[in-house]
């Protein structure tokens, strides 16, 4: 199974604050976003990160990692087998499909497959 990191929500209420917050604190590229997002953060290239709003199934002020799976569908029902807890079912996005769960700690984490070129 692959299992890198591709992307990283951090999810708001005040968008706007937390664009202003990590630009200023690390000097990250801020753009418009797309799909839902109000920013993406990059190095100036290929963004890696985007401001999400905050949902019932993950609050506000959470980093959310997007880990590349082969199979979504295995790999949601290996995690679940291990203790994880789905918290949003499978969602379309701008590069993929994702399910975010909880680790058996309750840490948030997305389970992802990159869109087909």
Known sequence: MSAHFV?????????????????????????DGAGGYSTWF?????????????????????WVPYVVVDDLDAATKRAVALGATVVAE???????????????????LALFVPRSS
Do not use: K, N
């Open 7 to 31: 992307w990283f929500d951090v999810t708001a209420d005040d968008a706007d604050r937390a664009r202003e917050f990590y630009t200023s604190l690390f000097g990250w590229s801020a753009g």
């Open 42 to 62: 990059s190095d100036g290239g290929q963004p890696w990160a985007g401001v999400a709003p905050a949902e019932r199934a993950v609050p506000a002020g959470r």
């Open 90 to 108: 499978a969602t379309q996005g701008p590069g993929g499909t994702s399910v975010t769960i909880t680790d058996p700690a309750g840490a948030h």
